[in-house]
């Protein structure tokens, strides 16, 4: 069987830490796990094949890759299915730029020339599906692995090829997700089982994001003051400007009760009045929120995946309340969660 798009990848399910000692003995491979947009690459049957880049919903997007596409047709077998991560760098800033990315992908065809001088695209490649116009989804990971090694090896692949980092010591893996996550573009690890076969729309890995505690001001709430189902949190900016960063999961009862104590009313002049805050990161869909004095500080646990220099894309977790700290101690805007005031 050729595989052709839309082929649905295999994914990943959410867990806090590393799976336990059962999972371990059955062999695994820890990979770094990458911020940017899961993507299919295929390569024609023939010569002169149309190369495709299939988002993880199936949607084709080669027309805004043509950087990639015209790598791929220079440099990858026919035949070829991969399966990785694309990321952007920016140029002028000298790092992984998520923000470009998401120009990058929702760019028309006749621009997307110029942005790709300005933002290079590179694809991280972690598994292959295909190779030689043989399908491998029965294909143990250990095998594809070898195989997908093997692929960089003999074809001498470089940028904007990169071979995902594996490992199978467990110590190195913990190094990658304590230290490597510092790396812009680095958010944790995926876990995968030696012998699991390619199950596309299955969630038979692990994913593991590197969580980090920190504080952020509550400007608003939905629900009500006594009875506040989540926060809607911000950070002051370098001018001292209020801006919004993220919002909580919905709280527990008991913790709304608590945090309800400690809620009052905007005064008027609140810095967000008019504003209208997104129900997820991006969302269209608009939050009922009120507005609250942004005095009350939360501790919050947040991922590493911002956008616009300081906005959280995944909700927070709340923690606690910090009633020994000001507003004023909290970390600026932009410092992400890697910073926390202590």
Not at 48 to 65: K, N, P, W
Not at 69 to 94: C, F, I, K, N, R
Not at 217 to 234: C, K
């Amino acid at each position: 069987m050729v595989l052709r798009p839309p082929v649905e990848p295999m994914l990943a399910q959410a867990a806090e830490s590393v799976p336990g000692p059962a999972a371990l003995r059955a062999g695994v491979a820890y990979e770094q796990k990458l911020d940017g947009h899961r993507a299919l690459l295929f390569t024609g049957a023939e010569p002169g094949g149309r190369v495709l880049v299939q988002t993880r919903r199936g949607s084709l997007v080669q027309d805004r890759f043509p950087d990639l596409v015209t790598a791929a047709e220079q440099q990858l077998p026919h035949g070829l299915v991969l399966d990785g991560e694309l990321l952007v760098w920016d140029v002028e800033a000298g790092r992984l730029s998520f923000e470009a990315l998401q120009r990058r992908a929702a760019a028309r065809a006749r621009g997307a020339g110029s942005l790709a001088v300005r933002w290079p695209a590179y694809f991280v490649a972690f598994d292959v599906l295909q190779l030689d116009g043989q399908e491998l989804l029965s294909r143990p990971y250990k095998e594809r692995r070898a195989l997908l090694e093997q692929l960089f090896t003999d074809h001498a692949l470089t940028a904007p090829w990169t071979l995902c980092p594996m490992t199978t010591d467990l110590a190195k893996a913990r190094e990658w997700l304590e230290t490597w996550t510092d790396v812009s573009g680095v958010e944790g690890i995926v876990v995968k089982p030696l012998t699991s076969r390619y199950l596309p729309s299955y969630r038979g890995w692990t994913k593991i994001r590197r969580r980090d505690t920190t504080e952020a001001i509550t400007g608003a709430i939905t629900g009500t003051l006594t009875r506040p189902q989540l926060l809607i949190l911000g950070r002051h900016d370098q001018a001292g400007r209020l801006r919004e960063v993220g919002r909580t999961v919905p709280l527990r009862p008991e913790v709304s009760r608590q945090v309800g104590e400690y809620l009052a009313a905007a005064d008027p002049g609140h810095p967000w009045t008019g504003v209208r805050f997104a129900a997820a990161w991006g969302s269209r869909e608009a939050l009922d929120a009120i507005l609250v004095r942004p005095e009350l500080v939360a501790e919050i646990s947040a991922d590493r995946a911002t956008d616009r220099g300081g906005v959280f894309r995944h909700p927070l977790r709340y923690r606690r309340l910090r009633l020994d700290m000001e507003a004023e101690d909290v970390p600026r805007f932009g410092a992400g969660s890697a910073a926390a005031a202590g």
